[in-house]
């Protein structure tokens, strides 16, 4: 069980931090069993005043040593050097659960102990609100048991889905890990539009993303098939067709289809270091 184990966060900036906090709040670790590593005294600082009762330190080997869990949320341009100063101190039998994009869990083994439990993970930035989606792959030696604590991690700040095939992780960062940036630029086309139409910019702003909002939430709470939802909008000879006309004549799918692959394509190469 997680509330059993001693956390250690490498690197915790957004999404280390996002995490923290909500299995803080979800009363999933108790915040002395927690230990959250920066590099700057500003980031240590940030820590200590957002988190009180968790350890903050620049001390990355003395971090891990006594942790059963080490999730490393790094940028990957960091993981190199930090990986070399962590792997002498790894207990035998720590789990290590990695954040890094396109970095496999092979990768992981060979930096940090080819014996390590390794548990690779996708989340996204709207775990900041609990919101998050994530996907873990498990490397060679992880157990079940691995897997649920990696669970119980990421379920603290939203919905958690596993990957059996790793290679998939790849698809996954480029949909979900990198997602939220597609959907911030569609909030901000939208708004732009409804400018152009003459809406005050705070309220074509505020009506874009609660519209974003309410069709994602529709569309899980319904459980129907977004074709469905879209029919449901759609009056014969209406506004909306007139929209799904421009919206198909601009090759919506296919760029969404291009976007997805261009980001998915650039996981796999930070794999390829
Ligand atoms: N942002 C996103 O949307 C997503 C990111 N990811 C992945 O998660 C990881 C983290 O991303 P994100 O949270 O956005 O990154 P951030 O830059 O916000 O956080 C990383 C933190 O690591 C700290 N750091 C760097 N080197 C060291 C070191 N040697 N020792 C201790 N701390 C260090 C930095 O702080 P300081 O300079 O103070 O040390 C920094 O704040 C990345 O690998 C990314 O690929 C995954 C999914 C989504
Ligand atoms: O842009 C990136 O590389 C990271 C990984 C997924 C989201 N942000």
């Given amino acids: 069980m997680l509330s059993d184990q001693t956390l250690t966060v490498l690197g915790a900036g957004n999404i280390g931090r996002a995490l923290i906090g909500g299995l803080l709040r979800g009363g999933d670790l108790t915040a002395d069993r927690i230990t959250a590593t920066r590099r700057s005294e500003a980031g240590l600082d940030e820590l200590r005043q957002r988190f009180p009762g968790v350890t903050a330190t620049d001390d990355n080997a003395g971090a891990v040593r006594d942790a059963s869990v080490v999730l490393v949320t790094v940028k990957p341009q960091n ?20 954040t890094l994009a396109g970095v496999t869990t092979q990768s992981l083994a060979n930096a940090l102990g080819p014996d390590l439990p390794v548990v690779r993970a996708m989340p996204n930035t709207p775990a900041l609100v609990d919101e998050g989606a994530t996907a873990i792959a498990p490397g060679a030696h992880a157990t079940e048991a691995h897997v649920a ?8 700040v939203g919905h958690v889905v596993e990957v059996v095939a790793e290679h998939l992780m790849d698809a996954v960062t480029g949909l979900s890990g990198s997602g939220p940036a597609y959907v911030f630029m569609v909030i901000e086309a939208m708004t732009d539009a409804g400018v152009k139409q003459g809406l005050p910019r705070a309220v074509a702003r505020r009506l874009s993303m609660q519209t974003v909002l309410g069709a994602a939430r529709l569309a899980i709470e319904t459980g129907e098939h977004p074709a469905v939802l879209r029919d449901q909008v759609t009056t014969p000879g209406g506004t909306t067709i007139s929209a799904v006309a421009e919206l198909e004549k601009h090759g919506l799918r296919s760029m969404f289809i291009d976007t997805v692959a261009a980001a998915t394509e650039r996981s796999r190469q930070l794999g390829e270091g």
């Fill in 79 to 98: 993981a190199v050097e930090l990986f070399a100063e962590v792997r002498p101190h790894l207990a035998p039998g720590t789990l290590v659960v990695s």
């Fill in 149 to 156: 604590l990696a669970q119980e991690i990421f379920s603290a």
